[in-house]
């Protein structure tokens, strides 16, 4: 039973990169965001609003997260190496998966990663343009950023809260 969730969250990862790279081609090709524009930051990065509390604007994240720790030049190299280095060791750890949430969140993780290293690969910085800055986060992201941040959620409680109540019992639910 676990062998066939495995192949399942192995599956959900190309389909969540499609998702992801589908969504940021649509606002790289839609001409009121500027998105090549905007990439050498000589102009100005376009938005659409959408409603008080949710808009959709353009940001060339070059950062890790968040924008934070801003890399370019060969420190993106740096960056894309890490990234895979460790989306490649989560793989391994969801194919060595012994609960269904280990694996739905390790491959969130995964898909996410992936998604923000094509990116950057092409661009030398990551598309984001989820904007809900206007109410209570003050980030831009994309899918997979929100990927990421699911998975790391879940993974956290899995890792922390769920292993807890299964340390030294096995559930019959959760194990194959």
């Known amino acids: 039973m676990m062998q066939t969730w495995r192949l399942i969250c192995f599956a959900a990862i190309p389909i969540l990169l499609v998702i992801d790279q589908v969504t940021k081609w649509m606002v790289l090709n839609t001409p009121v965001f500027n998105a090549l ?55 391994v ?9 280990t694996c739905g969140a390790l491959a969130l993780v995964v898909a996410g990663a992936f998604g923000n290293v094509i990116d950057r690969i092409r661009f030398g910085a990551v598309v984001d343009f989820f904007d809900f800055s206007d109410i209570w986060f003050v980030y831009v992201f994309n899918v997979a950023d929100a990927a990421i941040t699911v998975g790391a959620v879940l993974l956290f409680i899995d890792q922390f809260l769920m292993s807890r109540q299964t340390n030294g019992s096995t559930s019959t639910s959760d194990r194959a």
């Open 37 to 91: 524009g905007c990439l050498d930051r000589s102009q100005l990065c376009g938005r659409i609003e959408i409603s008080p509390i949710f808009d959709l604007t353009m940001v060339w994240n070059r950062g890790v997260s968040f924008g934070l720790g801003q890399s370019e030049g060969v420190m993106r190299w740096v960056l894309v190496l890490v990234t895979v280095s460790i989306a490649i060791g989560f793989a």
């Open 93 to 101: 750890w969801l194919f060595r998966a012994e609960r269904r949430l």
